[in-house]
Structure formats: C-alpha cells, structure tokens
T-cell receptor, first 112, second 115 residues
Framework: KQEVTQIPAALSVPEGENLVLNCSFT??????LQWFRQDPGKGLTSLLL?????REQTSGRLNASLDKSSGRSTLYIAASQPGDSATYLC???????????FGKGITLSVRP | SAVISQKPSRDICQRGTSLTIQCQVD?????MFWYRQQPGQSLTLIAT?????????ESGFVIDKFPISRPNLTFSTLTVSNMSPEDSSIYLC????????????FGPGTRLTVT
C-alpha cells in the first residue's frame, strides 16, 4: 500500500528566504507525482506534475524534483513571499486507474 | 486545463439527513473522482465515478453511504447519506481527461458540517 509522508507538518520562514519542502513515498512504482497548493477553506491548485521518466519540473519560482528510486521529491520555492503562505500537498499516482495518494501536507507561513 | 465547480460550497446539516453534492466540469472528461478531507487530515479517495457504469469504491467506503451518479462526461454527484458528525469534512471532486497529460484538476470543495 502506497504511503506518502510530508515532514514537517508546518513551517514558518521570513520573506525572501529560499526553502525546500520534502515528500517521500514508500512504493517507487509510480506513474507521476503532483504538487498542489491549498489555501484555507479552498480546493486544490495544481502547481507542478513530474512524470516518472522526468527528474524535475519548473514553473516560475517553483522547482520540483523527483528521485523515484529513493522515493523522494522536493519542492523548491525561491525568494518566498507572504502570498506563498498555504498548505502544500504532494500526491503520487500509482496503478492504472489514475488514483492519487496524498500526503498530509506542509502548512507554510511566510512572515513579512 | 479543466475548470471544475461544485455546489453547494458549504452546508450545515442535521444528523440522519442526506446531502447531494454536485460537480460540473467545463469540458468532457474521462474520469471523475470524489475525495474526502477530514479535519487535519489529507485527502482520501472515496470512489471513481465512471460514466455509464457504477462507481468504483475504495476500501472503507460503500455505495449505500456514498451513492454516486455520473450521467454524462461533464457531471457527477455524490450523496452523503444518513449523516453523522463523523461525516463533517471537505468533499472534493476531481477530474482527468486530457490524454496528453496525467494532470488532475480539483474543484473548490464542499465544506460539510453535521450537527
């Protein structure tokens, strides 16, 4: 059974800091890994998707990497801003039915 | 990308009643999914809504409690039946339908409180 872990559960940083959010998964036989952002009381916004054959994806100040063999992914946020404050969820797709298994998320607070 | 809307956005319901949540996608999609996010927890898949056939439920979820409909390629409903306070959660609908990308898109969620 696939399990996804995100540690720590919460993180507080000053504005402008570069930071790394970690995600680990137990079964390396994944199709892809997706990072989402969730604002309080809101749904999920897709940030980046890395397919199993890829090593990283970039979008603006965000860079996500994938090391499938070790069961790890990182989301790098450059020059953090207060608007980046949200919960960041990592999810992996395993199996042919597009099912996503989620971690519990990391709640990020960027202090002005 | 797909834009997904859900109705209602939130509701407060009494124990023992049922609530039907609607999910509308702005384009035809192959697969639709229903997730539950309990307070302080991550998302758990309830079922996959299949067009033209019965939904496929995950372990721990049953059709009598969470009946699902998928009448066409853009719409699905989830009913939470005979509700108890333990059903208080955010219910999210998601969709996948672009054969060129495995990316899934999510609706804004329905926040349900059962008293």
């Amino acid at each position: 059974k696939q399990e996804v872990t995100q540690i720590p559960a919460a993180l507080s940083v000053p504005e402008g800091e570069n930071l790394v959010l970690n995600c680990s998964f137990t079964d390396s036989a994944i199709y892809n890994l997706q990072w989402f952002r969730q604002d309080p009381g809101k749904g999920l916004t897709s940030l980046l998707l890395i397919q199993s054959s890829q090593r990283e994806q970039t979008s603006g100040r965000l860079n996500a990497s994938l090391d499938k063999s070790s069961g790890r992914s990182t989301l790098y946020i450059a020059a953090s801003q207060p608007g980046d404050s949200a919960t960041y969820l990592c999810a992996v797709e395993t199996g042919a039915n597009s099912k996503l298994t989620f971690g519990k998320g990391i709640t990020l607070s960027v202090r002005p | 990308s797909a834009v997904i809307s859900q109705k209602p956005s939130r509701d407060i319901c009494q124990r023992g009643t049922s609530l039907t949540i609607q999910c509308q996608v702005d384009s035809q999609v192959t697969m639709m999914f229903w997730y539950r996010q309990q307070p302080g927890q991550s998302l758990t898949l309830i079922a996959t809504a299949n067009q033209g056939s019965e939904a496929t439920y995950e372990s721990g979820f049953v059709i009598d409690k969470f009946p699902i409909s998928r009448p066409n390629l853009t719409f699905s409903t989830l009913t939470v039946s005979n509700m108890s306070p333990e059903d208080s959660s955010i219910y999210l609908c998601s969709a996948w339908g672009d054969p060129t990308s495995p990316e899934q898109y999510f609706g804004p969620g329905t926040r349900l409180t059962v008293t």
